[in-house]
Structures are given as structure tokens and as C-alpha cells.
């Protein structure tokens, strides 16, 4: 077969050009150059680096993709594809050369300490995907330019000092999947067309200053699996569409200005949800019984709004749950059987973390508590209305490290089975109408921080056992009958740092010289007892004291000298 002349002309140019395209360097060396100068313009603009992370950035290198810390270069053209800076402590701003760096697809800076504003020329980087600068202290709004880098699947710019408001032009960002904006100063409200970017999987913008509604639009996300609006000042109701976001996995409107009852059929519409963070609004209505049937649910944290009504029973069906805070609502439960729904809790082996507290909540304590997690490490049921005694089985809780109590009407004794919490930090049986006497085996509780057991009925003496405490800090055994002398033990409690409260009992004798001791303590108040004979000079050794109260006792002598050097 002959070929034609033109033909072969045409073979031979084409092979020309490839020849050329393989055979040069000038060119691509121009673009290396281009990145080799951005970089070395960053390092410029980088006036701390306390771990000498960028000393591989040399002036006199050859290449960037040998050797210089945290760059990565694609292996065919050599040109540089990635920075990852995150967490060497850098302090500085952004060159705006970075935008020079035209074939990046990954800048990450979070966890440094970044100031001055983003950069507009970052938007010419048209090939980014992934820009991370959170976690700095970046300031001004964010560049309306970055819309210029349409192939961005993340934006993070969560945690730093940006101003102004949400721009519109972040919709036409049409392949973004994380947009994190949260933890700033942000201002106005959020732009409707955020629901254009239907490729998003997590929107926060939450810990900000946004204000007005939340757009009903943004039920229209097809995909998304975290919402983050919390801390902000929205108001209105949260609109129905958002419960029809099937695939959310996290749903957190907390700390606004949202009012307005929680869907009776949230559990149904919501099957992916494991984290549910209304609390601090003004909600009202019931709980909603569906939420059992949102079997994945993790943390269910309802705290701080109005709602009413008894709490849904056949909480055990979420064999997942961690967190429960249904604290500070008007919840009530009534009779014998007023908190049966802690009974189904038993079934919930994860639970590290319970809140009942300051609600309406009527009947007794019920035995079944001693069936709860051995996980659970946080129990609040005080502010409540509760009678009858402390559960013995509520030793069986080994996990607890808080236990409250507190403002209730609890009577009898405080059970000495207490003492097998052995990593108790904080216990709180205050204002309800325990008898008896304090169990000498508290001071067991070598782990505790925090006992408050004021405004009770207790009497007998202070157990001299208290002494063994050698992390607590305050002890309040205020508004008590308690008798005889205060223990040696328990007045040179050094590690009491905020304070000793024994007033309003019926202590003889003197104060002991071991108060002394007590030199980190801030407040000490013995008042209205009938203690007796001299203030000891010792006291003088409290340096951290600023509060002392005395009064309506039987001392004599003087006040010693060595007061007045506190």
C-alpha cells in the first residue's frame, strides 16, 4: 500500500512535536520553579518554628520533591501535589504566592498558630481538593476567590477568628463534601443555597454568631450524615425537612433560641441517628416514645428545655446508648413506679452517663438502679422530688466516679455499701432527710475530691476515718446535728484547696492547732456551733485562706496576730 505524500509529511511533523514535547525541560522547569519560589515565599512568611520543621526548605536545593518536610510531588511531572504542615506549632501567615502552586490538591496547615487572613489567591488553585487551615487563628471573612477552586471535596476552617457573614458563592463549590465553618466569629444568617451542594456528608457551622432562622432547604441534602449548628443565636422552630435527612448520623441544634415540640415520630425518620444534641432551647412537649425504634442511637442529650410529660419506657431497646441528659425539664413520673424507665436502662450495657436532675420526678429510688451498666461513671437524679432510702445496691455501680443526689427527699441511712465505688470522685447527698450517722468507712473512698452531705438530719460525731482522704478537696458536712469534737484528722486535711464547711451543728470544744494544715485551703467555716477556748495561732499558716467564719461560737482569748497576715 503506497502512502500518500501528504500523509507521510504529516507523520513526520506529528513525530516532531512529540519529540519536542518529550525534549522540554525549559518549560517544565519554569513550573517547578514557580512551586520551588511559592514555598521558599511561605518558609518567609513563617516567623516561628520551634521545631525547626522547615529547615529542609533550602534555598539552594535542587528540587522540592527530595527531602523538604511535609511536601509531596507527583511522580510524572515533579510538580507539587501536596503540603501537609498540620501541628509543628508554626506561627506566621499564609504567603499569597501559595496560590501559585497551580497543580495542588491538598493544603494542610491545621493545629498551628497562623494569623492574618486566608489568602483570594488561593482560589486560583483550581485543582485543589482538600484545604484544611482549622485550628489557627486565621482572621478576616472568608475569600469569596475560594469559589475558584471548584474540585474542593473539604473545606475545614473550623476554629479560628473569622468574620463576616457565610458567602453565598460557597453553593457553586458543587463537589464539596465537608464544609466545617464552625468555632468562629460568623455573623448573619445561613444562606439557602447551601443546600445546592448536595454532595455534602457534614455541614458545622456551629459556635458562631449566626442568627435568624434555619433554612428549610437544607432538608433537601441527600446525603448529609452530620449537622452541627449549635452555639449560635437561631431562633424559630427547627424546620420538619431537616427529620427527613435519612442518612444523619449526627443532628446537633444545641444552645439556640429554638422553640417548638420534637416529632412524635423522630425514631422513624431518623433511623441513622446516633447522636441527638438538642439541649439548652426552649422546647416543649413529650419525648417521643419512637425514639427507641432509632436503635443506633449513642448519645440522647434533651437537657435545659421545657419538656413534660413521663419519660418513654423500653429504653433498653438501645442497646448502643452512652450519654442520656434529660437533666433541667419538667419531667415527671408519679408513684411506686415514677422512674420505671431506669429499670429498662439495665439493658443498656454501654452507659457511661445519666442525668435525671432538676425535674419533676416523684416515688422512690428503685432497686433496679443496682442493675445499671458497671460502665456508668456519671449518675445526677438530685433536684428531683424522690423519697424513701438510698438503694444498698447502688454499690454495685463500681464504674460510678459522680454520684448526686442532692435535693431531694431521700430518708434513712446512708448505706455503707457506698464504700465499694471505690473510684468515686464526687459524691453529693446534700438537702434531702438522711438520719444516722456518717459511715466511718467513707474515708475508704481514697479517690473522692468532692463530699457534700449538708442539710441533713445526720448526727453522732465526725468519723475520725475521714482523715484518710488524700485528694479531697472541699468537705461540706453543713446544717446537721453532728456532735462532739472536730477529729485532728479531719482539721489538717491538706488537701482541701477550695474549702471546709462544718457550720450549723452542734460541735464542742476546741479548734483543733492541726487547722494549720490546711494552707491550701480557700474558706473555712465553723460558724454556729458551740466550740470553745482559744483561736489557734496556727490558723496564721493557711496561706490560701480569704474566707473564715467563726462566729456564734463560745471562743475566748484574742484573735491571734498572725490573722491579720492573711
Known sequence: MKLFPNYRCACSLLYSLLLLVLMAPPALALNTSSDFQALLSFKSFITSDPSNSLDSWRANSTTVCDGWRGVSCDLRNRRVVAIDLQSLRLTGSITPHIGNISFLRQLHLQNNQLVGSLPKEIGHLFRLRSLNVSSNFIEGGIPEDITGCRQLIMLDMLSNRLTGSIPN??????????????????????????????????????????????????????????LQFSSNELSGTIPDSLYNISTIITFVVADNHLHGRIPSDIGLRLPNVELLNLCINPLTGPIPSTLINATKLTNIRLSHNFLEGTVPLGLGNLKELIFFNIGFNRLTGEGETGLEFLTSLANCTKLEWFAADENLFHGVLPASVSNLSTHLSKFYIGGNRLHGSIPVGIGNLIGLTLLNLTGNSLSGSIPSEIVRLKNLQSLSLAKNMLSGTIPDSLGGLTKLNHLDLHGNNLTGTIPSGLGFFKQLLSLDLSRNQLEGSIPKEVSSLSSLGLYLNLSHNLLSGPLPVEVGELDKTVAIDVSKNHLSGIIPATIGNCDGLQYIFLHDNSFTGTIPDSLGDI
Open 169 to 226: 458563592q460557597l453553593s457553586l463549590l458543587s463537589r464539596l463534601q465537608v464544609l466545617r465553618l464552625g468555632q468562629n466569629l460568623l455573623t448573619g444568617t445561613i444562606p439557602p443555597s447551601i443546600a445546592n451542594i448536595t454532595s455534602l456528608t457534614t455541614l458545622h457551622l456551629g459556635t458562631n454568631s449566626l442568627n435568624g432562622s434555619i433554612p428549610p432547604d437544607l432538608g433537601r441534602f441527600p446525603k448529609l450524615q452530620h
